[in-house]
Nanobody, 128 residues
Framework: QVQLVESGGGWVQAGGSLRLSCAAS????????MGWFRQAPGKERECVAA????????YNADSVKGRFTISRDNAKNTVYLQMNSLKTEDTAVYYC?????????????????????WGQGTQVTVSS
């Protein structure tokens, strides 16, 4: 079992930056691929970034390429999402998620059903 806790959300003006963190419990974190998802009101949950267990493979959604960076520190059981040049359309609840097949090569996918453990979410609000 893995428990995930997000932090770092908040309010920011357009063009600003935020860094989200996701702290994981459990010794198996380092063997799981991780993803960051977001869900805006009335919209489906979408994957914005994902990273393989080793950090060697990374996915970024087209909407955030060049602005968001996912990274992980397995020694700290933490995955990060650095968000720069934020836009009003980035406003959403952001969730981190873990894919529980250990040491799976590459990115397991970008659909929410491909991830097994979820945090409670952190709100990001970008104002114009």
């Amino acid at each position: 079992q893995v428990q995930l806790v997000e932090s770092g959300g908040g309010w920011v003006q357009a063009g600003g930056s935020l860094r989200l963190s996701c702290a994981a419990s459990g010794r198996t974190f380092s063997s799981y691929a991780m993803g960051w998802f977001r869900q805006a009101p009335g919209k489906e949950r979408e994957c914005v970034a994902a990273i393989s267990w080793s950090g060697g493979s990374i996915y970024n959604a087209d909407s955030v390429k060049g602005r968001f960076t996912i990274s992980r520190d397995n020694a700290k059981n933490t995955v990060y999402l650095q968000m720069n040049s934020l836009k009003t359309e980035d406003t959403a609840v952001y969730y981190c998620a873990a894919h529980s097949s250990p040491r799976r090569p590459g990115i397991p996918g970008t659909h929410p059903l491909q991830y097994d453990y979820w945090g409670q979410g952190t709100q990001v609000t970008v104002s114009s």
